[in-house]
């Protein structure tokens, strides 16, 4: 079984420009949740999905981010125009249930120049 | 407020030595807790949920309500267990967002 798959797996761009990083979760999995990693802090919580549904988006930090999962399957996590303090490891995960295990893809390093 | 605290950014044994990742938590109810790991050049993986109980690669975790604490125990630490480990509570209730202590980097030398 395929496991959660991140694109891409690493992101240089300039300060002002966009990048649309995409998670493709487990099959069948209706939760779908994305944090991120800036150097020195701890992983951090953007958001979560329920199928299309944003079931909690508390943790996306401005609205330069707009996240989307549109049909239920994958996701696209849209930062635009992009800031230096952007620049982080960006993961996505995945679970079946609300109280099953979460699935980690390997991340997305994004650095903002 | 939540919070987990791993107050060793990186802890360093020889094998077969006992290791203990120290993870307090500051939570009003009733949290979940779990500690990730991840290996180099792979993804984070579950190693333990408390709920569980379980022993998982010799390692083991208990609850401490008391105390706070959820440390990360082994007894006789080997190679291979060299990796980043994270201590993370989900609160009760349905919201499942995970939250995240800073990590602790385990070496162990042989």
């Known amino acids: 079984e395929a496991g959660v798959t991140q694109f891409p797996s690493h992101s240089v761009i300039e300060k002002g420009q966009t990048v649309t990083l995409r998670c493709d979760p487990i099959?069948?999995?209706?939760?779908l949740y994305w944090y991120r990693r800036v150097m020195g802090k701890e992983i951090k919580f953007l958001l979560h999905f329920v199928k299309e549904s944003k079931q909690d988006e508390s943790g996306m930090p401005n609205n330069r981010f707009l996240a989307e999962r549109t049909g239920g399957t994958y996701s696209t996590l849209k930062v635009q125009p992009a800031e230096l303090e952007d620049s982080g490891v960006y993961f996505c995960?995945?679970?079946?249930?609300?109280?099953?295990?979460?699935?980690f893809g390997q991340g997305t390093r994004l650095t903002v120049v | 407020a939540q919070r987990v605290t791993q107050p060793e950014k990186l802890l360093s044994v020889f094998k077969g030595a006992p290791v203990e990742l120290k993870c307090n938590y500051s939570?009003?109810?009733?949290?979940?807790l779990f500690w990730y790991v991840q290996y180099s050049r792979q993804r984070l993986q579950l190693l333990l949920r408390?709920?569980?109980?379980?022993s998982i690669k010799g390692f083991t975790a208990d609850l401490n309500k008391g105390e706070t604490s959820f440390h990360l125990k082994k007894p006789f630490a080997q190679e291979e267990d060299s990796a980043m480990y994270y201590c993370?509570?989900?609160?009760?209730?349905?919201?499942?967002?995970?939250?995240w202590g800073l990590g602790t980097s385990l070496a162990v030398n042989p």
């Open positions: 939570y009003s109810g009733s949290p979940e």
């Open positions: 995960a995945s679970s079946h249930g609300l109280n099953t295990e979460a699935f």
């Open positions: 993370a509570l989900v609160p009760a209730g349905n919201n499942r967002k995970l939250i």
């Open positions: 408390h709920i569980s109980r379980e």
């Open positions: 099959s069948g999995h209706d939760n």
